[in-house]
Structure formats: structure tokens, C-alpha cells
């Protein structure tokens, strides 16, 4: 959780608060890949890129 504030509070103090939304994107698509890898919904998803 300390990661994150720190991650929020560089954001906002450099103002690359921009990255907010690429970083979010990426964590998401990240957790998917994670969670479809030992699934039956694993070649459903790897279509997708």
C-alpha cells in the first residue's frame, strides 16, 4: 500500500498525472493475463491481442 501513495504522491508533485490512466490499463490487462493462464478462457483471451 506504501507503493501506491508513493506512486500517487510522484504523480501528482511532477505532474504526470497523464500516466494515471497508462499505468491503470496496464495493471488490469496485467491481473487478466495472470488470472486467464491456467483457465479454460485462456484462448478466448489471447485472441484479444
Known amino acids: 500500500m506504501e507503493f501506491l501513495k508513493e506512486l500517487w504522491t510522484f504523480l501528482r508533485v511532477r505532474k504526470k498525472l ?7 490499463v496496464m495493471l488490469i490487462l496485467g491481473g487478466l493475463l495472470i ?10 483471451i489471447y485472441t484479444l491481442f
Not at 35 to 44: D, E, L, R, T
Open 18 to 24: 497523464w500516466l494515471a490512466p497508462i499505468i491503470g
Open 35 to 44: 488470472i486467464a493462464q491456467g483457465s479454460v478462457v485462456a484462448p478466448f
